[in-house]
């Protein structure tokens, strides 16, 4: 069972990287969210995963 703790990322603002992300004009093709580090991470449509 998981300790009852603040997240470090907040919905809010993944809501608000995905947007400023399309705002400037990115096609999100993948996110990731690591809670642990406290960081969000968009990759653009068609980015290779092995880079």
């Not at 997240?7 to 603002?13: G, L, M, N, S």
């Not at 809501?15 to 642990?36: F, N, P, Q, T, Y």
Request: charged share 25%; hydrophobic share 50%.
């Amino acid at each position: 069972m998981m300790a009852n703790r603040p997240a470090v990322v907040t919905k809010t603002e993944v809501a608000r990287s995905i947007a400023a992300a399309i705002s400037a004009g990115l096609k999100i093709g993948r996110i990731e969210v690591d809670h642990r580090e406290g960081k969000v991470v968009i990759f653009p449509v068609g980015m290779d995963d092995s880079a």
